[in-house]
């Protein structure tokens, strides 16, 4: 009698169903992530966008760079952000860059009424204030100095009343430039016009430049005053002494002859 067990004969008929199974299965979910592996590719163009993002270079980065050079120039404000002690001090070193000369002009101690003069200023950096003087040809007392000048000097001439003198410049300009080794001439003619003590003040400038800037800055360095007694001596002499004899001499013997006949008829 043969026994046979069904059991392992069943065993080996379940295999093969299992590794069938097993591979539907494998093969299932193989088609299944397929799909998605493809689809990763579609998802990488966008990643190649950014390439389109090319427009970066559209950004006015360039006109940025160039704005440092424009943002440099406030570096000078610390100029400006001076003490005013520190301000006063730069003035001071550069009315220091000075050369010293010497002045002369002559000084009207008298004038008539009407009279017209002429008062000169002389300045020469090479000469001294005794040797200038000689060169004064105008009357009058001379007077000399020495001051500190520029390159360029001006020189004004005031009446302390404006009806006391007329004042007329011979030069077009006051300012003037200044010559290391000739003598720098100004003029004016001065006609009295007020009696009594009258004034005139000379003032001498020198032109400095400051911080760069294209205008001038005056700076008063030398003044004088000029007394001048006006007399009426022209007035007197120009009066017609005609017309002044005959309006006195006339009423005298007009009065003289009545009290001769008044005195006659009384005897």
């Known amino acids: 009698m ?7 004969i069943k065993d080996d008929a379940v295999k093969p169903i299992r590794l069938f ?8 979910l193989l088609t299944a992530c397929a799909p998605a592996a493809t689809e990763a590719p579609a998802t990488e163009p966008p990643a190649t966008e950014p390439p ?17 050079p424009a943002t ?8 400006v952000v001076l ?9 001071d070193v550069i009315l220091k860059q000075a050369l010293e000369a010497s002045i002369a002009y002559n000084k009207p101690e008298s004038m008539n009424l009407d009279q017209t003069v002429t008062i000169e200023l002389l300045l020469n950096p090479s000469l001294s204030p005794q040797t200038l003087s000689t060169q004064v040809t105008e009357p009058g007392q001379v007077a000399s100095a020495s001051l500190q000048i520029t390159p360029r000097m001006k020189a004004m001439l005031f009446a302390n009343d404006d009806t006391a003198f007329v004042i007329q410049s011979i030069q077009d300009n006051p300012e003037q430039l200044i ?44 003044k004088a005053d000029i007394n001048i007694e006006v007399t009426l001596i022209q007035r007197v002499k120009s009066l017609d002494w005609k017309w002044l004899a005959s309006a006195i001499l006339i009423p005298l013997v007009v009065a ?8 006659k008829r009384s005897l």
């Open 2 to 8: 043969i026994i046979v067990k069904t059991d392992h």
């Open 52 to 68: 389109v993002g090319t427009e970066a270079p559209v950004v006015t980065e360039p006109p940025v760079v160039t704005e440092p």
């Open 21 to 28: 199974c097993l591979l539907v299965i494998l093969i299932f």
């Open 179 to 222: 010559s290391n080794t000739d003598t720098t001439r100004w003029a004016w003619l001065v006609t009295a016009k007020k009696g009594g003590t009258q004034r005139l003040t000379l003032v001498i400038y020198r032109l400095v430049e400051y911080e760069g800037q294209d205008y001038w800055r005056e700076v008063e360095t030398y």
């Open 83 to 91: 003490s005013l002690d520190e301000q006063m001090a730069q003035i």
């Open 256 to 263: 003289a002859w009545r009290w001769w006949r008044n005195k």
């Open 72 to 79: 440099e120039p406030p570096a000078t404000a610390t100029s």
